[in-house]
């Protein structure tokens, strides 16, 4: 997908950097090569256990995606992770709002590009954009977050996962 800032844009070591907050790891593949543990295919992102796989045009929003997957599901679930994160409705309104959070964390991108990305992507709201359904409609999102601890009160995240 043109116009959305991806790996490559934004380098692979402040991508890994985030992940090692997590004690995840970043696999970078080769430009064209099949990504492992690809839901989607193409340069999505793919997800193995605690692993996070992309290429250099792999969109960051999939990168965040699939690695608040990782962060928001409990540990069984991450142990037998291999490329379906599954999950509820409300862990994946989770995930797509964590994602957001962690885009302010990365040099280059932070929250209103990759909201921005995320509606050029097609992803699908209530309210119809990303930046709406944010900012008015996450609020069984982020209450997930906090009960979980892996955002705070005041909506930072806390570096861990799941437990």
Do not use: N
């Not at 969109?59 to 994160?85: K, N, Q, T, W, Y």
């Not at 909201?115 to 999102?141: C, P, V």
């Amino acid at each position: 997908m043109t116009g959305v800032v991806t790996v490559g844009d934004v380098g692979r070591d402040a991508l890994a950097m985030l992940l090692e907050r997590y004690g995840l790891e970043l696999v970078e593949q080769p430009a064209g090569e099949r990504i492992k543990g690809s839901f989607w295919g193409d340069a999505e992102a793919g997800v193995i256990g605690r692993s996070v796989y992309v290429r250099p045009d792999t969109p960051v929003h999939s990168f965040l995606h699939e690695s608040c997957h990782i962060i928001c599901m409990d540990g069984e679930r991450r142990d037998g992770l291999d490329r379906d994160a599954g999950g509820d409705d409300l862990e994946e309104a989770a995930v797509c709002y964590l994602q957001i959070v962690l885009a302010d964390h990365i040099d280059g991108v932070g929250r209103d590009r990759l909201i921005m990305d995320m509606d050029a992507w097609g992803y699908s709201f209530r309210l119809g954009s990303t930046r709406d359904w944010f900012e008015k409609d996450a609020e069984d999102a982020r209450e997930f977050l906090v009960y979980h601890q892996l955002i705070g009160a005041s909506g930072e995240p806390t570096f861990s996962l799941r437990r």
